[in-house]
């Protein structure tokens, strides 16, 4: 091993350099540049300040860390590997490629040891304070003098790239004024992103800026220095009011003698011949490709194992607790297993149909505060729109920087960082978080909509104000497209209930739901209360369409409808039977509920024969040919909407008993 006198520290850093540049280069594709100058701050990271077991990711104190820069992976798999986790060396080098748990960037239960998937940039920064908040809020419930049981911080690298991002600045000011103490970010400041020089678009001061968000900020003029970097995040460790930020100057690709300082080694393999003159800098054998020296596995995994005794001592610690705070463990417990309260649904409200009308978001603002003293786990918040959203929880808190007890959030407006946070929020087991905002903003938060999707977490998502019925706000505020956007995305589950009761088993399902977020949609307009004695139930909503209202006789006609436009069709249902024809309702709140049906309960809803079906919907027509088939139809919105009082709407736009009715007849002639 052409490795010679090398201190062991130094032989180790540079061995994570030079198994980043072999993998990116077996794999002809990745970013090699910034793990090869990162590995000093992994050294630090892993071998000195995080507090984690490789032998059980999913250590409830574990520290968090995030790499926000998730191009840079390399960095990440390396250490992974190198202090024990479940990474083999095949591992890194099947980097890329099929099946591999070695993906292009991070992804959340892939690689033993990636808390959340990042790529792309400035999510990874946000979920952190997600991770934040979460360790302060269970730190506040579950925490007893004596019983540290979470005191874990959340580590991050970030990069220029991340920097430059909106959501950063969003989630950076919220940090700042939660003062979430428990946050440390490591800023690599390369100067250097993919079309060369960061001067080209970027020359604010940062340090100014984080400084001006309330934010700890210190600077590392050399990432090589590992001292500097050790001390800043001793430093770092003590500061327990502010987040901390660690701006440290790095050159991308360090010890590559042709591409290092330059955009050309960000976003591609280093080359055959330059890396063997990589290797060659940092006294490596040109010739040989993963070579990790026996002594640098030994020292990484001496330093990944004393994550087990760290652990151990907690477990102690937890099963001292139990004795002692039974209640508190248990309740933790279950909360963190993803289990909920046994009879909690029995405080969910039922409304009658004698009940004045009612909006959805107004049945979903009751179902939360009757269901808030069961769920002690069930927090959130809005942006800035709790009011309207009607998610506040009534008899609770809110969450700030005196009281972390608190379970009421106030997001600001600040959509696209609110739903990283609630991402972050969701992967810290023991809490379920929500977040609310208009249909229409959801577009500021697709990115952490789609990441919650892509990691099969669950998060709710509360949108309100889902349709024209909204009114006078106008094109601005009329959701359209969004409903056929978010079910286009893959492990999402969208639910527009039709009434209080259906809002209330919409929640229910949202909150046993498994394997992904959902999304529930609610109205800003009263609607009536369906009679539970006289259609379908409500509770049928779990199944994601069922028949509300039977036909007199076998179908001429299916009507379909979700939300506010289920009440427009039993009306004119009505109609359509008192003219002889024989018309079935199908409430149809979501199509992913539905397809997870078997064929025959589908065929009972759906009949194969009864092809004549009109689905109503105040959003894009776009997907609902699937269930309105070739000889049916689908009243839906193909303009942005317009500014207008709602009723007046609905005639414009012919969301009106007689246009449904017109329509049905026309399929049947
Ligand atoms: C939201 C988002 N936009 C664009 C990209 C594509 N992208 C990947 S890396 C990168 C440049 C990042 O530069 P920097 O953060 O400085 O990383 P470094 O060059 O230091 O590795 C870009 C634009 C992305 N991953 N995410």
Redesign the pocket.
Known sequence: MATDKKDIVQLAIDTARVLSADAVQKANSG?P??AMALAPMGHVLWKEVLNYNPKNPDWANRDRFILS?G??CMLQYSFLYLTGYDLSLDDIKNFRQMNSKTAGHPEYGLAPGVDVTT????QGFANGVGFAIAQKHLAARYNKPGFNLFDYKVYAIV????MM?GVTSEAASMAGHLQLGNLIYLY?D?H???EGS?DIAFNEDVNKRFESYGWHVQTVTDVNDIHALSLALVNAKAETQKPSLIRVRSL?AYGSPNKSGT?GS??SPLGADEIKLVKQFFGFDPEKSFNVPDEVLEYYHKAGAKGAASEEKWNKLFSDYKAKFPELAAEYELASSGGLPEGWKDALPVFKASDPKMATRQASGKVLNAIASKLPNLIGGAADLAPSTETNLKAYDSFTSENRNGRNFHFGIREHAMGSALNGMALTKGVIPFGATFLMFSEYMRPPIRLAAIMKINPIFVYTHDSIGLGEDGTTHQPVEQLASLRSIPNLTVIRPADANESAHAWRVALEHKGGPVVLVFTRQGLPILDQDKYGKASDLEKGAYILSEASKNPDLILMATGSEVALILDAQAKLEAEGISTRVVSMPSWELFEKQDAAYKEKVFPKASKKRLAVEMASPMGWHKYTTDEGDMLGMTTFGESAPAEDLYKHFGFTVDNVVAKAKALLK
Request: glycine share 20%; aromatic share 0%; charged share 15%.
């Open positions: 970013h540049g910034t820069c191009h840079a790529g792309p940039l400035g990069s220029d790239g991340d991002e690599d390369n250097i992103s993919i960061t991308i955009a960000h976003g």
